[in-house]
């Protein structure tokens, strides 16, 4: 009975004193935690001290919100080109996953012994895709599916017009909240319902060592019916250069000095008009496949009353594969497109416009319980316009709800994401690093932000990372990298 006696006491007391254990490493590990959360906090406060930047930064558990870090989260900011995380959610939520856009081919008139007596029509629906660098597989593709739609009708010559009907879009390509400073460049392209080699032209020049010297190759596409104005030098010192112009003038400035002695010097400008470049370039590959057309190039904002025959149907690519190559590549024309296909409306006389589908996404997104802060203010999707204002808390809300949603909405947009240090526009961000980080990068004139997922201890972490008047891009990098080392350090190896 005495061991009994003693051996009872001892259990109690050792199991008291395992639960004080636990209790204090949990208040230890809160202590940790709070201690690693406030030294990362100070890192922010000195690069603002410094006045390297202002920040909002914001970061939580998908799984648990009580795990949360913050920094001015509530700071409102321009977001650059986080914006398309934006039209991501929105357009792989509203649309699916694996729509596509649909381009017709319509022939209006008869068939006589192989000769169309009439007009082949183009009914575009904003496939930014078409002929585009990034999708090289299918470089030629739509063309030749014409031709093979054509050659399937019998069509061996067409004694009418080629018609591209751009109606689906409204006719305002360039937005207007976009700075003047970016009209004209390619990467500031006007996005119509007809899109055609992304929206842009290389040109080509070759350079000599004189400041005159400097001869003009050419452009890729061809035949653009651009008038280009070249007022450039040469320099052996230093080089840059813009393009000028505004909207579908077809009339571009190039501007700038050119590095010296090189075969080839590659500059880019938008392409003014793409609707009726779809139809110079679709009328010349025609001809040159065999199948002449003899009539004009014409293009209609407005829907044609009468198209004829519905010949065929051209897809695009799926709407993830867009998405993935839009954030890796952070192509504005790409995120532009398909933040006006959620507003897509076939019926006559009523074409999506930016603005309408803003109007539905923060619809959408109000019926999810998605709240956003009363400084949100989104005026594309592509981030070009600097007007645009988002919180890193506004940020993480849209990051939270799609890591809740259902799975191949998750997937689409993970998938879209390229990992830090490694791939796309953030191969130079967290170079090295032993965090895995997915994140779209945002960058404009005094603004640098990031937002993604991060993936530590088996856990997944929404992150949001908001930096405006920037004063050095590198150094706020590496501000930024050092904040979420310091939150999330190297795990000991087993």
Known sequence: MRHKALYTPYKVYSFGIIFHLFLLSLSLQAQTNSEVAEKAYEILQKSEQKQEAIYSIAIQDVLDASVRYDFLSERALCPASVTKLFTT???????????????????????????????????????????????????????????????????????????????????????????????????????????IYDNWVDLFYSTGRKRSDFSFLGTYPPDTGVEWRHQLSVDCKRSGWGSRGFGREEQRTIKGTLPCNRERVTLKSDLPNPPRYMGIILKKRLTEYGIPVEGEVQFSFTPLQERGELAGKYYSP??????????????????????????????????????????????????????????????????????????????????????????????????????????????????????????KSGSMRGIQTYAGYLHYNGRTYSVALLASEVKNRTQVRLTMQRYLETLFPLLPTT
């Open 318 to 439: 799926s709407l993830k594969e867009l998405c993935r190559v839009m954030n890796y590549r952070s192509l504005n024309h790409y995120a532009e497109s398909i933040l006006k296909a959620i507003a897509l409306d076939t019926s006559e006389g009523n074409p999506s416009s930016t603005d309408k589908a803003l109007k539905k996404a923060l619809f959408f997104w109000k019926e999810e319980g998605i709240s956003f802060s009363k400084e949100f203010k989104l005026y594309d999707g592509s981030g070009l316009a600097r007007t645009n204002r988002t919180s890193a808390s506004d940020v993480l809300s849209l990051l939270n709800y799609v890591a809740s949603s259902r799975i191949e909405l998750v997937d689409a947009f993970m998938q879209s994401l390229p990992q830090a240090g490694e791939e796309g526009t953030v191969k130079s961000f967290m170079k090295g690093s032993y965090l895995r980080l997915f994140v």
């Open 89 to 195: 959610a929105i357009a792989l939520d509203v649309l699916g996953t694996d729509y596509s856009f649909v381009t017709d081919l319509f022939i209006r008139g008869e068939v006589r012994q192989n000769v169309l007596e009439g007009d082949v029509i183009v009914v575009t629906n904003g496939d930014p895709s078409i002929a585009s660098k990034y999708f090289p597989e299918d470089s030629t593709r739509w063309i030749e599916s014409v031709f093979l739609t054509l050659q399937a009708h019998h069509i061996k010559e067409v004694r009418g017009n080629i018609i591209i009907e751009s109606s689906a879009f409204d006719s305002i390509g360039v937005n207007p909240r976009w700075g003047e400073e970016d009209r004209g460049e390619y990467y500031a392209a006007g996005v119509y319902a007809a899109n």
